[in-house]
């Protein structure tokens, strides 16, 4: 049985697609090893970034997104890799934005 997972389509998932097909699945390989990258760049490490998802993925599967071998399965996964870095940035930013 594949994962409910939804199509990339024009920036935005299309929850119509039940399957993934190739290109999806590149799509989303691709972009969970560029969030993977920035995170690991913010100074977290793929346990730190496994934890922070509270368990959603393993250690194992951050590496293995980071080397490109695998993509995620279901593309809320790269909804929570976007929200984590997006809460990594938005701490980063305060903690360098001089106080008035």
């Known amino acids: 049985m594949v994962p409910h997972t939804r199509k990339l389509t024009s920036g935005k998932f299309d929850d119509s697609v039940d399957f993934m097909d190739n290109e999806a699945a590149t799509l989303l390989k691709a972009r969970a090893q560029q969030l993977v990258e920035r995170?690991?760049?913010?100074?977290?490490?793929?346990?730190?970034?496994?934890?922070?998802?509270?368990?959603?993925?393993?250690s194992r599967t951050i590496y293995r997104w980071l080397s490109g071998l695998h993509g995620p399965q279901q593309a809320s996964d790269i909804r929570a890799l976007e929200a984590l870095l997006a809460e990594i940035e938005s701490a980063s930013q305060e903690t360098t934005q001089p106080s008035t």
């Open 39 to 58: 995170l690991i760049d913010a100074g977290l490490r793929p346990e730190a970034i496994s934890a922070k998802l509270d368990g959603r993925v393993s």
